[in-house]
């Protein structure tokens, strides 16, 4: 069964960091493109990273850029989300997701993703 879920969500003050991370099973993970996602309250559902199978390159939307950094660890079947200079704004439920397709394609459309976790809080206040 494909199952992906996600941890290190938690409150950090603003300026802070965290890892989130996401297992997955089920599946061969280092054959799959997996993207990040979140949802503050009131708001849509927004993409945020996504790091496609074979050399592992890396997509992020403007609002992360030299703050985020998404890689993973084939051997252990898990993706990572490093956050750092982290914002109140940044507070969202944050998931991943796997892409049907193996790249990302520099869009980060949700359509595409045919499997997602439950999500991990994270909160940044002071």
């Known amino acids: 069964q494909v199952q992906l879920v996600e941890s290190g969500g938690g409150l950090v003050q603003p300026g802070g960091s965290l890892r989130l991370s996401c297992a997955a099973s089920?599946?061969?993970?280092?054959?799959?493109?997996i993207g990040w996602f979140r949802q503050a309250p009131g708001k849509e559902r927004e993409g945020v990273s996504c790091i496609s199978s074979g050399d592992g390159g890396a997509d992020y939307v403007e609002f992360v850029k030299g703050r985020f950094t998404i890689s993973r660890d084939n051997a252990k079947n898990i993706v990572y989300l490093q956050m750092n200079s982290l914002k109140p704004e940044d507070t969202a439920v944050y998931y991943c997701?796997?892409?049907?397709?193996?790249?990302?394609?520099?869009?980060?459309?949700?359509?595409?993703?045919?499997?997602w976790g439950q999500g991990t809080q994270v909160t940044v206040s002071s």
């Open positions: 997701a796997r892409q049907g397709y193996p790249y990302c394609g520099g869009n980060f459309y949700a359509y595409t993703f045919d499997s």
């Open positions: 089920g599946f061969p993970l280092d054959n799959y493109a």
